[in-house]
């Protein structure tokens, strides 16, 4: 998406329009291996660059409201999010045509806990993890801890 002003208010947002073009990155990388004794092993990397952040202020206007203002647009940019997630499997055959699937997942397998969102308002809380509506870490600023999960899937 284009970050440039799509439907300027005034004259000086359609001529001064100083946003710097943004890039955004990706990597992935997937594969499955067998392992000894029928275990079977899938893994998948995925490594993406954050996405930029601005940088706002609240300010009063003429009919003494307050409003929100972008200060910077372009004040930073959130941390790459590198994710790498595990499965080890086996299937066994309990009849005929019938087979069960045991499973493990890791997610997150080296634990990250970089931060997705954090507040942008000018003031005591700035760049803490969380969302302007909140002062406090909201649980969606951060990346989830690594999580192990058991399955068992039956196929008939």
């Given at each position: 998406a284009d970050p440039k002003n799509a439907t300027p208010q005034n004259p000086n947002a359609e001529f001064y329009n100083w946003e710097l073009e943004r890039w955004n990155y990706g990597v992935k990388i997937?594969?499955?291996?067998?392992?000894?004794?029928?275990?079977?092993?899938a893994s998948t990397f995925n490594a993406q660059s954050g996405e930029y952040y601005s940088r706002t202020a609240q300010m009063r206007n003429a009919l003494n409201s307050t409003v929100t203002i972008v200060a910077?647009?372009?004040?930073?940019?959130?941390?790459?999010?590198k994710l790498w997630d595990n499965r080890f499997s086996k299937s066994f055959k309990v009849g005929n045509g019938r087979?069960?699937?045991?499973?493990?997942?890791?997610?997150?397998?080296?634990?990250?806990?970089?931060?997705?969102?954090?507040?942008?308002?000018?003031?005591?809380?700035?760049?803490?993890?969380?969302?302007?509506?909140?002062?406090?870490?909201?649980?969606?600023?951060?990346?989830?801890a690594r999580i192990m999960r058991f399955g068992l899937k039956y196929t008939f």
């Open positions: 997937n594969g499955n291996y067998d392992l000894p004794w029928g275990i079977g092993f910077d647009y372009n004040a930073g940019r959130y941390e790459w999010v087979t069960l699937q045991a499973s493990l997942d890791i997610y997150n397998t080296m634990n990250v806990s970089t931060v997705l969102t954090q507040i942008t308002l000018t003031g005591p809380n700035y760049l803490k993890p969380g969302t302007a509506a909140s002062s406090a870490a909201t649980a969606t600023a951060i990346i989830p």
